[in-house]
């Protein structure tokens, strides 16, 4: 049950902490403390909130099923499967954000999306994994806003940085660094020609602080920072046969299958549409490491 996981007391005196320290008159004066501080407090009160709709759904569930020992009613067991449904979802996106522990994982995301090898679909493709990562943070009520777009000379995009403002943008996203393959039929070739393109995806953590990686003499700090920086990157990967973590097939058959963990579904539209939770899921349970050897 949650209250034998959280001590609810130690959260509402935190929040009172919290609350009390952002009402003094100099709150504000040290604008980056402030905004670590006000972080914290949503997150404390984003816990609470999420005990009070559990203990809402338990309690519901429990008086339902005391109604149907009264008068049993089979709406009555409807009503109450639907509920602890709501609650099973619940908990287990609790449970994957337990596996989100990173330093950054908390934080919103940076994608970078760059067009790789494949000419012309190649760019198109760059658009539509834009689109499918949109789908996905707006699914999730995350907010996204476009940095950078460099378009494509007869479509698509050459490359694009957009941000995903939102809580573990940054966990669940950061698997899908690396190389990301679609097979198709070329709707840019009049011969109607299978066509495969690639294009890379980079994903860092939303962060306040800028990182300067011209690092100067003696700086310890800085030069720790940015070696942090070095390594939540990790290596650039050609965007080009043989590097890929994922394949997107549309044709002769639709499946999409990522080769860290095997999990592949034939919904190809769902996930463009922005379903990648089986994918994002799956990694996250399996502990993969960003950058690992893909099997084929």
């Not at 698509?156 to 939102?166: A, D, F, H, L, N």
Request: glycine content about 8%; charged content about 30%.
């Amino acid at each position: 049950m949650p209250r034998t996981v959280f001590d609810v007391p130690a959260l509402k005196a935190r929040q009172r902490d919290l609350e009390q320290l952002a009402s003094q008159s100099d709150f504000w004066d040290d604008q980056k403390q402030a905004q670590s501080k006000m972080r914290q407090l949503d997150e404390v009160k984003a816990q609470l909130e999420q005990l009070g709709r559990w203990q809402a759904a338990i309690d519901d569930g429990r008086a339902t099923l005391e109604l149907y020992d009264l008068e049993p009613d089979t709406d009555l067991l409807e009503e109450s499967n639907t509920a602890l449904q709501g609650l099973k979802g619940d908990l287990d996106r609790w449970e994957l954000e337990r596996l989100l522990s990173g330093t950054y994982d908390k934080e919103g995301a940076v994608l970078s999306i760059n067009a790789g090898a494949g000419g012309t679909d190649a760019q198109d493709w760059a658009l539509m994994l834009m689109r499918m990562y949109t789908r996905w943070a707006e699914d999730h009520g995350m907010k996204v806003s476009v940095d950078e777009l460099s378009e494509g000379e007869e479509a698509g995009i050459k490359s694009c940085t957009i941000e995903i403002e939102g809580r573990y943008a940054y966990g669940y996203l950061r698997n899908e660094k690396g190389t990301h393959r679609l097979v198709r039929i070329s709707p840019f070739n009049a011969n109607d020609k299978r066509q495969t393109s690639f294009a890379g995806v980079e994903v860092m953590p939303r962060i306040d602080q800028e990182v300067k990686l011209d690092i100067p003499d003696k700086d310890l700090a800085q030069e720790q920072r940015a070696a942090e920086i070095s390594d939540i990157r990790g290596d650039i990967v050609e965007a080009a046969w043989g590097n890929q973590i994922r394949n997107y097939v549309f044709h002769p058959y639709q499946m999409v299958k990522d080769l860290r963990t095997q999990q592949e579904t034939t919904d190809v539209q769902g996930v463009m549409d922005g379903d990648l939770d089986p994918f994002i899921q799956a990694l996250l349970r399996q502990g993969v490491a960003v950058g690992a050897d893909p099997a084929s």
